[in-house]
Structures are given as C-alpha cells and as structure tokens.
C-alpha cells in the first residue's frame, strides 16, 4: 500500500520559500494564500513545482477567508509578518497592524490540522517580548479557548492569564489541543549558504501521539575552519592555492565540534556556474541575473565575504539596506548581489522565476525562508506524523510541560522551549 497522501494548507506564503520546503518534503499544498500581487504572480509562475495542478493560489486578505473547507489539513504553515518583531523594525509587536498570530490561531480553529508550523525572525526571542512568546505557545496549545475579542492588541494579556489558568489546570475538558515546541535554528547549519536565524513554531495535535523531534544540523563552521585551513580541501576544489596548517592548535577543536557534519557552504559554493552579471541586461538562460549598478562600500556597510555564509538577506520597501545584500570580493570591492544569486544564498532551485521589479524581487526573497532549512523542518514533521498511532489515543490529562522558557539556542544545538 503506498503511503497515505498528506496535505498541507499555508498562510501568508510569500515568495514560496517555506511552501516549496513543504513540498520538497513531500507534502500536497491545496491552498496558498498571499496579499501580494507580485508575490502570487511569483507564485503562479512556479506552481508545478508545489505539488500539483489541486494546489490553489489565493490572493487575498488573510482576515477575510474562510478556512472551514480545509478542515482535516494535514499541515498548516504560516510564515506570520515578521515586520512586528524584527530587531530592524518599529519594535511595536502585538501593537503592529501587521501582527497576524491572531489570524493563524483562527485558521488552525476552522482547520483542526494535524501539525502547525509557525516561523518567525530571531527578534520574537527578546527578552520584552517573553510574554508575548509564551501567549503564542500556549493558544497553539488550546486554539479552542478563545479570547473575548481576538483582534483587540491588548487582549491577550488577559487571555494568557486564563491559558496559563487552563495549563495549570485539567487539560483533559477542553476539546482538543496540541504540544508545542518552539526552535531556533540557523540555516547555514542546513546547508543554506546565509547565516539566517529563524524561530520556528511547531504543534503537533495531541491524538497524533507522536513526539516531533527536531532536525539535526547537516553542516557547521567548524567543518568549513578544517576544509580551509588544515586539510585546504576547501580551496582545492576551486583551484586556489593556499598553505595546510595540519599542525594548527585549534585542529583537534574544530574535529570534535563538526563531528559527522558537512562544512557550511559559502557564497562561493553558491554562485558556482553563474555567469558574471551584466549591469542592466539578463545573461541568457539565466532568468533574474540581471547586474545593478551603485554598490558601495562604507562603515558597517560591507557586504557578505565571498569565503563564508552570506549575511542574513534582508528586504525593506526602501531597496537593500544594510550591505547584506552585496558582494564583497576578496580585494574588497563590492557589488550588488543579482535576483538569482540571491536566490540561490536562500537555496531556490534555478528554473524558480520571481516576478516584479528588482528591488520587489529582492523584496520577495528577503522575506523568504530559505527552502533547504523549510525542507529539514516539513520533513521533521512528516516522519512525525508518519509514526503509527495508538488509534487515537483520547483526550487525556498529560503531564503538565515546563513553563514557557526562551534561551538563546547555539547554532549546533536543538532544544525544545
């Protein structure tokens, strides 16, 4: 018997980042909804590559869809603005128009899926935002205990006090709820070549009766220290000369911390087989490889070094703040990093089309999750929800969880929160 078909449904999708994760792991998208009109144009242009011809594209805003006709979803993902909680941004949270946890916490109300994955920027782990965080965790594990008014910014307050009330209490009345875990993760540690930091929510319903576990890291740094400077394996497969230090002090170190690890892939790595961009033309058979002009450098504005991950690839309405988005080669100088090349730091396959202008495009892949860490994730939960059950176990009191914990997390270590 084949295995059964699984299915998944995604909120705010974006680029398709964290959708053709999802897909690569294997499951069945029926719905990809998305405000934005280029991002969907994006979207439709791509669309064989998220499953099949069921998966509808629905540009619309997310407040006013029904989601009842995707109950029983396998999985529901979203990728919740992250504007909110961006250390780069107003820092305004909850209180931002663009906090939409509301709007995914009534989503997984009308779907009753079997798993949620939430994924978010690094700045939800601050400190002043621990509340906040904990109200995330707790009203994915009782989506059924509903605040009186779901939209007000400052309502949760209460309502945490009534789902820590509900925690604390007999779990077992209420009409279904899930356990959840919340990650840090890094994407270089999965073999993006970016040092991007993301935090994941993940809910697994309770009668699945399975424990998610998450993905383990693939690659590290200090894999990439040993194939650089003491085996040089690194330089020789592009050809570049450079001096083994087999005798380094910091050898031994470095072999204990990559263990059975892959070294980080690097811009290098990435940009292998790209043509040099031409400013103001596409290379032909390359779409998106379009060179822009009046790239500088200057005090903290430096660009992503050519022999590391690339920095965390940022979008703004005001083009590419920061440096993050440039090149900056070994004698220095720099350059803007073209469409396909950024695409290929946030690990899109080559044949996937953005649409839109470049800084909309670079816009769309600078709020991307990068498809190589969505995959490690999407299939953490597949094999999850893939192990048999004990049919269905009930709805019966669990050991109580630990509080609601936020820690920085180590780019090699995994924990749950």
């Known amino acids: 018997m084949p295995p059964p078909r699984l299915t998944s449904i995604e909120l705010f999708t974006g680029a398709g980042g964290l959708a053709l994760g999802i897909a690569d792991a294997g499951f069945h998208h029926r719905l990809l909804l998305e405000y934005n009109h280029d991002a969907c144009e994006t979207l439709r242009k791509n669309l064989?590559?998220?499953?099949?011809?069921?998966?509808?594209?629905?540009?619309?805003?997310?407040?006013?869809?029904?989601?009842?006709?995707?109950?029983?979803?396998?999985?529901?993902?979203?990728?919740?603005?992250?504007?909110?909680?961006?250390?780069?941004?107003?820092?305004?949270?909850h209180k931002d128009e663009r906090n939409l946890f509301p709007q995914v916490f009534r989503a997984v109300r009308e779907t009753r899926p079997r798993a949620v994955v939430i994924e978010n920027v690094k700045g939800l782990l601050r400190k002043n935002l621990a509340d906040f965080v904990a109200f995330i965790e707790l009203q994915l594990r009782y989506p059924f205990v509903v605040p009186r008014d779901p939209l007000d910014p400052e309502g949760w307050k209460s309502h945490l006090r009534t789902l820590r009330r509900v925690h604390g209490g007999d779990e077992a009345?209420?009409?279904?709820?899930?356990?959840?875990?919340?990650?840090?993760?890094?994407?270089?540690?999965?073999?993006?070549?970016?040092?991007?930091?993301?935090?994941?929510?993940?809910?697994?319903?309770?009668?699945?009766?399975?424990?998610?576990?998450?993905?383990?890291?693939?690659?590290?740094g200090a894999a990439l220290r040993l194939a650089q400077v003491v085996n040089c394996a690194y330089w020789e497969k592009f050809g570049v000369d450079r001096r083994r230090f087999l005798t380094h002090p910091h050898a031994g170190k470095w072999l204990r911390e990559s263990g059975t690890t892959e070294p980080w892939v690097?811009?290098?790595?990435?940009?292998?087989?790209?043509?040099?961009?031409?400013?103001?033309?596409?290379?032909w058979g390359w779409p998106n490889h379009v060179g822009q002009p009046g790239a500088r450098a200057y005090s903290g504005h430096t660009g992503s070094p050519l022999d590391a991950p690339g920095k965390t690839l940022k979008a703004g309405v005001h083009g590419v703040p920061g440096g993050e988005n440039m090149l900056r080669r070994p004698n220095g100088t720099v350059r803007y990093f073209t469409v396909r090349e950024a695409a290929r730091l946030q690990t899109f396959p080559d044949e996937y089309v953005f649409s839109g202008a470049w800084t909309e495009a670079m816009r769309q892949i600078g709020n991307a999750v990068p498809v190589r860490l969505a995959a490690a994730v999407a299939l953490s939960i597949r094999i999850c929800l893939a192990r048999p059950s004990q049919n269905a176990?009930?709805?019966?009191?669990?050991?109580?969880?630990?509080?609601?914990?936020?820690?920085?997390?180590?780019?090699?270590?995994?924990?749950?929160?």
Request: aromatic fraction near 8%; hydrophobic fraction near 35%.
């Open 48 to 93: 064989g590559l998220f499953g099949d011809e069921r998966c509808r594209i629905e540009q619309c805003d997310v407040k006013s869809f029904d989601f009842t006709p995707y109950e029983g979803v396998d999985l529901l993902a979203a990728g919740a603005p992250c504007q909110p909680f961006s250390i780069g941004g107003r820092h305004r949270a």
């Open 173 to 220: 009345a209420h009409e279904m709820h899930y356990d959840v875990n919340t990650v840090l993760l890094d994407a270089a540690s999965f073999g993006v070549p970016q040092r991007r930091q993301r935090v994941f929510f993940v809910a697994i319903r309770r009668d699945v009766d399975a424990t998610w576990v998450p993905p383990r890291p693939t690659h590290s």
């Open 393 to 417: 176990r009930p709805q019966q009191r669990s050991p109580r969880p630990r509080e609601s914990v936020q820690v920085e997390i180590p780019e090699l270590l995994i924990r749950s929160a």
């Open 266 to 283: 690097t811009v290098r790595d990435a940009l292998v087989g790209l043509p040099t961009p031409i400013a103001g033309a596409e290379s």
